[in-house]
């Protein structure tokens, strides 16, 4: 059974740090892609970093290149996203995506169609 379980959220003042994480079952992490991705209430949810196979260049979003990094733990079976000069626009719930693939690289973060698995989600607040 494939599962992903986010964790790691919390409240950060901005210019702070927050590494939240992903750990995933069922299924052998370097086979799949990852993404990032946010939502706060009365939007859509936003591609913000995703992950291909084969130790490939990431994608980021415009509002966080810079700023975010994603990583991938296949032994740990957990992917990371370390966010850092954080502004209270990056305040979201958090999800993390997987799909499986075959494409070295192969991940997108312009629409949540692409993964098949999904997370409960974090919360990140970012606030003075």
């Known amino acids: 059974q494939v599962q992903l379980v986010e964790s790691g959220g919390g409240l950060v003042q901005p210019g702070g740090s927050l590494r939240i994480s992903c750990v995933t079952s069922g299924f052998r992490l370097e086979e799949y892609a990852i993404g990032w991705f946010r939502q706060v209430p009365g939007k859509e949810r936003e591609g913000v970093s995703c992950?291909?196979?084969?130790?490939?260049?990431?994608y980021y979003a415009d509002s966080v290149r810079g700023r975010f990094t994603i990583s991938r733990d296949n032994v740990k079976n957990t992917v990371y996203l370390q966010m850092d000069n954080l502004k209270p626009e990056d305040t979201a719930v958090y999800y993390c995506a997987a799909r499986i693939e075959n494409v070295r690289g192969m991940c997108v973060i312009d629409t949540t169609h692409f993964y098949d698995y999904w997370g409960q989600g974090t919360q990140v607040t970012v606030s003075s």
């Open positions: 992950s291909g196979i084969g130790d490939a260049t990431p």
